[in-house]
């Protein structure tokens, strides 16, 4: 089955500086890369998304790049504020007879004002 | 106000104990699905349904039980809990399958003693 791993584990950003967080697959059938951000005692919310056949997506200050050759892809956050630290989790979905979204171990990523 | 509800929202209960968590959406959506959370591991999938009467086991289906006898309710059962089933549960839910967003319910924390 698929396999998805995510790095770094913890983040920790100065308010202002950017924030990277990246992730790996292993199935090359996965075509769907949601990411979701996770607030401290709330439900994971999904934040932005990216399908195979697109490279790179960008909401504002959040962007995700995808390179399906060495099948990873990454969350890119800009200008960090307080109100982004939350764990973040990437996720990935195989188009196969098995209809599982499987997720990385998250990353906790701390702003610090 | 569209939503995934889930309950209980917090229970402990002793080994062996049968239990039901319930969830709902109301949504009309087809795909459910029924995550555990615990830490460093992410969002591990335990069942999924495509839609009424189909379900599927997912990465960590031992111990646990599902139905789907209507679209919007997907209920967790627990025939014998065991402490290593002591997690954070989160049902979700998406329109089609799991290559859309996930809403997610606002969690349910079980503790087995």
């Known amino acids: 089955g698929e396999n998805v791993e995510q790095h770094p584990s913890t983040l920790s950003v100065q308010e202002g500086d950017s924030a990277v967080i990246k992730c790996t697959y292993s199935d090359s059938a996965s075509n769907y890369f949601p990411w979701y951000k996770q607030e401290l005692g709330k439900r994971p919310q999904l934040i932005i998304d990216i399908r195979s056949n697109v490279g790179e997506k960008k909401d504002q200050r959040i962007a995700v790049t995808l390179n399906k050759t060495a099948k990873h892809f990454s969350l890119h956050i800009t200008e960090t504020q307080p109100e982004d630290s939350a764990v973040y989790f990437c996720?990935?979905?195989?188009?196969?007879?098995?209809?599982?979204?499987?997720f990385g171990g998250g990353t906790r990523l701390m702003v610090k004002p | 106000e569209a939503q995934v509800t889930q309950n209980p929202r917090y229970l402990i209960t002793v080994t062996g104990k049968k239990l039901t968590v319930t969830c709902s959406q109301n949504?009309?959506?087809?795909?459910m699905s029924w995550y555990r959370q615990d830490p460093g591991l992410g969002l591990r999938q335990i069942y999924y349904?495509?839609?009424?009467?189909?379900?599927d086991k997912g990465d960590v289906p031992e111990g646990y039980k599902v139905s789907r006898k209507e679209k919007r309710n997907f209920p967790l059962i627990l025939e014998s809990p065991s402490p290593n089933q002591t997690s954070l549960y989160f049902c979700a839910s998406s329109l089609i399958r799991g290559s859309n967003e996930q809403f997610f319910g606002p969690g349910t924390r079980l503790t087995v003693l």
């Open positions: 949504m009309n959506h087809e795909y």
């Open positions: 996720a990935a979905w195989v188009n196969n007879a098995g209809n599982m979204l499987t």
């Open positions: 349904s495509m839609n009424v009467e189909v379900t």
